[in-house]
């Protein structure tokens, strides 16, 4: 499956951003499918999940209750909505694919799709 991510930008503190993460080539739905983001200086780190249907989602601690994972199954897109976003948000954010996974993966190991990434700025 190839993924495209889109809908990165400079936003301010407190402002909000929708990215999007759009797959061809294979079934989408038999994918689960996260969101992960990296830093500068930093290591990728785990950001969202949702299972093959949408009907599970998990979140990291740092993004719980800000953002939000949803998918569109007939338009074969991943969506991550960013709410109350603040500096330390700001990073290159990832989407990827987990063939028959259960939504709950948190490591990159586990995901063997990823897009190309889309940058995200928080300015203070």
């Known amino acids: 499956v190839q993924l495209q991510a889109s809908g990165g930008g400079l936003v301010q503190a407190g402002g909000s951003l929708r990215l999007s993460c759009a797959a061809s080539g294979r079934t989408f739905s038999n994918y689960a499918m996260g969101w992960f983001r990296q830093a500068p200086g930093k290591e990728r780190e785990f950001v969202a999940a949702i299972s093959f249907s949408g009907v599970r989602t998990y979140y990291a601690d740092s993004v719980n209750g800000r953002f939000t994972i949803s998918r569109d199954n007939v338009k074969n897109t991943v969506y991550l909505h960013m709410n109350s976003l603040n500096p330390e948000d700001t990073a290159v954010y990832y989407c990827?694919?987990?063939?028959?996974?259960?939504?709950?993966?948190?490591?990159?190991?586990?995901?063997?799709?990823w897009g190309q990434g889309t940058l995200v700025t928080v300015s203070s």
């Open positions: 990827a694919a987990d063939l028959y996974g259960s939504g709950y993966s948190t490591r990159t190991n586990e995901y063997q799709y």
